[in-house]
């Protein structure tokens, strides 16, 4: 069964350096999305993204974050000024299109800012 | 989105059919019921999803009652594997991207 793959699957990085996560969605999936989990908290939206542009976006998503779809397979996220609370898991997920197909998310990156 | 209630957390012995509850009283006509787990550490999972009529797959059975304002997510013979948070969802179906919101869900512990 296809799924959605992410790497790397920890990251460890110094607080203010940028930090790159990268999926790689379900091949004939057109939506895809990036949600994150602080440890013990819920698992709350970040941005969703078609047809090359941001489709909506959380409060929590603000210019130190951005997205890109940078060829016909990745999805990346990244972070450029990383702060001690971006500590997360971030999840990848997308999402084939049309009403009601549901998200399918990859197992996450573990992100620990030092 | 209509918000939905689950119990804090539950047990079921293996084998055994575990049966869990999501409160959505104030959903609206053009609102379906998701429900998706998340084993330890892992990506959240889909399992099901529903308007009106019961629904099944492979995973799961979802009963939804006649009112719309609860629904059930059963699993016929749960096993070990099934220890996760499971979380209840209402979201409006329409074209397109729509996030998900997340609740605290229901933590399932299946035992030997």
């Known amino acids: 069964e296809p799924e959605v793959t992410q790497t790397p699957s920890h990251q460890v990085t110094q607080m203010g350096q940028e930090v790159i996560l990268r999926c790689v969605p379900i091949?004939?999936?057109?939506?895809f999305y990036w949600y994150r989990q602080i440890l013990g908290q819920k698992v709350e939206f970040l941005v969703s993204?078609?047809?090359?542009?941001?489709?909506?976006k959380s409060e929590i998503f603000d210019d130190q974050f951005s997205v890109e779809r940078p060829d016909g397979s990745n999805f990346t996220l990244k972070i450029r000024s990383t702060k001690l609370e971006d500590s997360a898991m971030y999840f990848c997920?997308?999402?084939?299109?049309?009403?009601?197909?549901?998200?399918?998310f990859g197992d996450g990156t573990r992100l620990s800012i030092l | 989105d209509a918000k939905t209630t689950q119990p804090t957390s539950m047990d079921c012995a293996e084998g055994r059919a575990a049966n869990l509850p999501c409160n959505h009283s104030?959903?609206?006509?053009?609102?379906?019921v998701y429900w998706y787990r998340q084993i330890h550490s892992q990506g959240p999972q889909y399992i099901i999803h529903?308007?009106?009529n019961n629904e099944t797959n492979e995973m799961a059975s979802l009963i939804i009652t006649e009112d719309r304002k609860s629904s059930t997510l059963i699993l016929p013979h749960a096993t070990l594997r099934d220890t996760a948070v499971y979380y209840c969802?209402?979201?409006?179906?329409?074209?397109?991207?729509?996030?998900?919101?997340f609740g605290t869900g229901t933590r399932l512990l299946v035992s030997p």
């Open positions: 997920a997308s999402t084939e299109g049309g009403s009601g197909q549901p998200q399918h």
């Open positions: 091949s004939n999936h057109l939506y």
């Open positions: 993204f078609y047809n090359n542009e941001i489709s909506e």
């Open positions: 104030t959903i609206s006509g053009n609102e379906y």
């Open positions: 529903g308007l009106k």
């Open positions: 969802i209402v979201r409006v179906l329409n074209t397109g991207f729509q996030k998900l919101v």
